[in-house]
């Protein structure tokens, strides 16, 4: 039996690595380049523990045996994320829309709408909630 087929025969029934451990590891990356600038000897050594506790967690999510719990926090940690996420893919797509869209909110749903850029007032249908409503649009 090879090396790859034990390290495989070892990791069957983990939970592996995943989104959340992807982004401790980041951040464990980004605690310890933070530690280069710190000349505080204290400071260097706290940090220094909090990236070993990232390191140590993401470590203990990799190796556990408990994969509907590590997953249950993957799903929470991707909600939180996207979210995050979707907001500044939002402000980006406004930024480059803005000669030819004006975003709206829907008075019902409170779904973002992309709206043609045509002055004045106009009734607008939301295709979400199928909601009518008025909008003005000045500039």
């Known amino acids: 039996m090879g090396f790859i087929q034990k390290i495989q ?34 400071a260097s050594l706290i940090l220094y523990g909090v990236q070993l506790l990232i390191l140590g967690y993401a470590a203990f999510r990799v190796f556990s045996r408990s994969v509907h719990k590590r ?8 909600k939180i994320f996207n979210g995050i996420k979707n907001f500044f893919v939002l402000q980006k797509n406004r930024i480059r829309d803005i ?39 000045i500039v």
Not at 12 to 41: K, Q
Not at 106 to 119: D, E, H, I, N
């Open 71 to 78: 997953s249950a926090e993957n799903r929470m940690f991707l």
């Open 9 to 42: 025969q070892f990791m069957m029934g983990r939970n592996g690595f995943d989104s959340f451990t992807l982004f401790l590891f980041i951040i464990s990356l980004g605690v310890s380049s933070a530690n280069f600038f710190v000349w505080d000897y204290t």
């Open 99 to 137: 000669k030819k869209y004006r975003y709206r909110k829907c008075k019902y749903c409170k779904a973002t709408l992309r709206l043609k850029r045509r002055r004045g007032k106009h009734s607008v249908r939301c295709p979400k909630c199928r909601g009518e409503f008025k909008v003005n649009i």
